[in-house]
T-cell receptor, first 114, second 117 residues
Framework: DQQVKQNSPSLSVQEGRISILNCDYT??????FLWYKKYPAEGPTFLIS?????DKNEDGRFTVFLNKSAKHLSLHIVPSQPGDSAVYFC?????????????FGKGTKLTVNP | GAVVSQHPSWVICKSGTSVKIECRSL??????MFWYRQFPKQSLMLMAT?????????EQGVEKDKFLINHASLTLSTLTVTSAHPEDSSFYIC?????????????FGSGTRLTVV
């Protein structure tokens, strides 16, 4: 049973436009969510996170939105740049529940075209 | 920021041999480290949680006798793939927690590409 789902395996966006990456989760115990960027044969690089007590967190071009009732979060990148092209993973953990384990989605490959 | 060093970055070994992968937290003490593996175009799958000074906790389906984890100090955890077989070929990634910052301390190593021939 996949607890964190990224239903879009790929996304293509024009440079300068907004990229929206989506993520759904099923475990209501998750209270901390993170987005990672990953290149092939490299470890994930942290982008942005959000606690379940918030519905939005912004850091520069990256904004994460959390809709707890829908168990849905999204990552907005604006404006998108060619250097943003990578695979983006959504991850979740149940920190308050005492679990530091991260559960990852399958990733979405973002391509930003010049 | 927190840095996790993973070594080697790639290794090729013969079937039946053992391979050790090291994960070090360079500028912080990591009481907990995690080991993941990733197959091509798949998600990162947690293999085990390693706590300093105690036995690792393995995820369901992960053979603890095959994937030996040692976390002898607050800055070093090792994963040994014993009697490796071609199906063990994968990308292995470690992560460590330092519980600081917006990241809640999930810092990842650069990964190890293991190829068993």
């Amino acid at each position: 049973d996949q607890q964190v789902k990224q239903n879009s395996p790929s996304l293509s966006v024009q440079e300068g436009r907004i990229s929206i990456l989506n993520c759904d989760y099923t475990n209501s115990m998750f209270d901390y969510f993170l987005w990672y960027k990953k290149y092939p044969a490299e470890g994930p690089t942290f982008l942005i996170s959000i606690s379940s007590i918030k519905d939005k967190n912004e850091d520069g071009r990256f904004t994460v939105f959390l809709n707890k009732s829908a168990k849905h979060l999204s990552l907005h990148i604006v404006p998108s740049q060619p250097g943003d092209s990578a695979v983006y993973f959504c991850a979740a953990s149940a920190v308050k529940g005492g679990s530091e384990k991260l559960v990852f989605g399958k990733g979405t490959k973002l391509t930003v075209n010049p | 920021g927190a840095v996790v060093s993973q070594h080697p970055s790639w290794v090729i070994c013969k079937s039946g041999t053992s391979v050790k992968i090291e994960c070090r937290s360079l500028d912080f003490q990591a009481t907990t480290m995690f080991w993941y593996r990733q197959f091509p175009k798949q998600s990162l799958m947690l293999m085990a949680t390693s706590n300093e000074g105690s036995k690792a906790t393995y995820e369901q389906g992960v053979e603890k006798d095959k994937f030996l984890i040692n976390h002898a100090s607050l800055t070093l955890s090792t994963l040994t793939v014993t009697s490796a077989h071609p199906e063990d070929s994968s990308f292995y990634i470690c992560s460590a927690t330092d519980r600081q910052g917006a990241n809640y301390g999930y810092t990842f190593g650069s990964g190890t590409r293991l190829t068993v021939v």
